[in-house]
């Protein structure tokens, strides 16, 4: 069984910082591939930024410059830094993180449970 725990969520005003984490635990052999994933009301879920297991790292257009993903091996630890936030970066954000159970198992995805930002005045 694998477990992902998010936090970091919250309102904050337009301009302002937030970080998001997710943390992965329970049975796992290797991770591979991480990331964060956002969903506001009436859209689809869309890519915010990916990190992969050399650290290579990939954005949306619209948070390159402002948001930061990076990643902890040591804590199985995905991170986003989110800068100069602004009030259409409003969403439930997922993280996703691709987990390998065992030696004898292929990289399945995982979802956290999402974690509400909200960007208002």
């Known amino acids: 069984q694998v477990q992902l725990v998010e936090s970091g969520g919250g309102l904050v005003q337009p301009g302002g910082s937030l970080r998001l984490s997710c943390a992965a635990s329970?049975?796992?052999?290797?991770?591979?591939?991480m990331g964060w994933y956002r969903q506001a009301p009436g859209k689809q879920r869309e890519m915010v930024a990916t990190?992969?297991?050399?650290?290579?790292?990939n954005y949306k257009e619209y948070v390159k410059g402002r948001f930061t993903v990076s990643r902890d091996n040591s804590k199985n630890t995905v991170y986003l830094q989110m800068n100069s936030l602004k009030p259409e970066d409003t969403a439930v954000y997922f993280c996703?993180?691709?987990?390998?159970?065992?030696?004898?198992?292929?990289?399945?995805?995982?979802w956290g449970q999402g974690t509400q930002v909200t960007v208002s005045s």
């Open positions: 996703n993180v691709y987990i390998r159970e065992s030696s004898d198992t292929y990289y399945q995805g995982h």
């Open positions: 329970g049975t796992i052999f290797s991770i591979g591939a």
């Open positions: 990190v992969g297991i050399g650290g290579n790292t």
